[in-house]
């Protein structure tokens, strides 16, 4: 069964026949439709009973870069002519997988789309720890390409929610689930963690899965600007393209934090003092108590200089960060992939100038600290070692700082 599913497959591929159906974004405060999300379909009489279906025999058959390909182009096609020449904004889907390793592929087909055609490119929450720099790259390389980046069933793992202000998706999708337990006090937690990113990236929020008048109130009670689902539509061949607000879904590009250094991002409104390694010690711990503390777990992102300075005492206290929150990672010259149960390790270049820094990050929806310090390069006792730091609370800044880190990490 296996192998005809899989021959199966490539003769769709290669005659076509797939196509997609359109759904509506509408706006929840004026009810105008602003977007559309473009559907996989199967070919009638092909023998594919649900898109789910064909989608996880590609998955199978290491062919689902190539499915998502068909249908982007399908969709990109589609967009072109239906829009008759006006402004249209499409959100497409990709596998994280599919953005890590075929980007090309894809960057390849939308290079070719309408001038007019503009896309979200929606990917899953899923796998982000798996490889959080390679999905941080191709995001910016789909913002360099005009795209605007949209998470997905945000909410189906809340500790996921830490990732959402790394990535910093310009749309995020409230699973549809969280519509039908809008009293429980964890999607309560899931929408202010989203409400509150929301409101400080000017990012749209959708409620998926609105189906009656009363979802839509619940919609807006979780803090959505856009909702989709049956109440509008199930998804249509055809479309007609709406009035269009052209900076609505704009791709707000990361930017060179991903190359520079966090002592590089350092802004000039933030005072550079100097201390010695012992006092700076316990704010680090005092940030580290921090993260543990939040209702909503953050992230933590450390830089060591070099392995040997993450001693026993310190891989005690990861181990115990990594065991209640979401991510944790250790950055330094010589660090193991995994320094510590549950650790994510990044060896780090010596000529990498963040060789020379030390900085703790702590970063979540209500959370955002750092300590950032660089080496003066004493050679005395290391606890005497004496550094240049800043410590801030400025979420713009903790940000950057964060993403300077989170682009050295290697694949899990």
């Known amino acids: 069964m296996r192998a005809a599913s899989c021959t ?31 559907l996989l379909r199967p070919p009638a009489g092909s023998g594919w009973q649900s898109p789910v279906q064909l989608l996880d025999a590609a998955r199978e058959a290491g062919r689902l870069a190539d499915l998502e390909r068909a249908s982007l182009r399908a969709s990109l096609a589609d967009a072109a002519r239906l829009s008759r020449g006006r402004p249209v904004t499409l959100f497409v889907n990709l596998e994280p997988d599919t953005l890590t390793r075929r980007l090309d592929m894809v960057l390849d087909e939308l290079a070719g789309r309408a001038g007019q055609v503009r896309v979200v490119v929606e990917i899953t929450e899923r796998a982000l720890a798996d490889d959080l720099a390679g999905v941080l790259a191709g995001a910016e390389r789909l913002r360099a390409a005009g795209c ?23 749309v995020v999708k409230l699973d549809l689930k969280l519509l039908r337990t809008v009293k429980d006090p964890a999607t309560v937690a899931v929408a202010g963690a989203v409400r ?19 979802d839509l109130t619940r919609a807006l009670v979780l803090g959505a600007t856009l909702g989709q689902g049956w109440l509008w539509g199930r998804g249509e061949r055809e479309f007609t393209p709406p009035a269009a607000d052209p900076d609505r879904f704009a791709a707000r590009p990361i930017g060179s934090a991903l190359e520079a250094t966090p002592f590089d991002l350092v802004g000039a409104g933030l005072r550079v003092r100097h201390a010695p390694k012992h006092l700076l010690l316990p704010v680090s711990k005092t940030l580290e108590l921090m993260a543990l503390q939040e209702a909503v777990p953050p992230v933590v992102l450390a830089a060591f200089e070099h392995a040997r300075f993450f001693q026993p005492s310190t891989a005690a206290r990861y181990t115990g960060l990594a065991a ?60 005497d070692r004496q550094f240049e730091f800043v410590v801030t609370y400025d979420r713009s800044m903790v940000t950057a700082a964060a993403h300077s880190m989170a682009g050295r990490l290697a694949a899990g």
């Open 8 to 38: 199966s497959l490539d003769a769709l591929l290669r005659d076509g026949g797939l196509y997609c159906v359109y759904q509506p974004f509408v706006d929840v405060d004026s009810g105008a439709v602003v977007a559309f999300e473009a």
């Open 148 to 170: 605007a980046i949209a998470l997905d069933d945000v909410g189906v793992h809340p500790e996921s929610l830490a990732f959402i202000p790394l990535v910093r998706p310009e």
């Open 196 to 214: 509150a990113y929301a409101e400080q990236a000017g990012a749209e929020v959708v409620a998926e899965g609105v189906e009656t008048p009363g």
């Open 324 to 383: 209640r929150l979401p991510f944790v990672a250790a950055l330094g010259v010589d660090m193991p992939p995994a320094p510590a149960p549950g650790v994510r390790g990044a060896d780090l270049n010596a000529a990498d100038p963040l060789a020379g820094e030390w900085t703790v990050v702590v970063l979540g929806a209500h959370t955002s600290a750092a300590l950032i310090a660089r080496d003066l390069g004493d050679t005395g006792p290391d606890r």
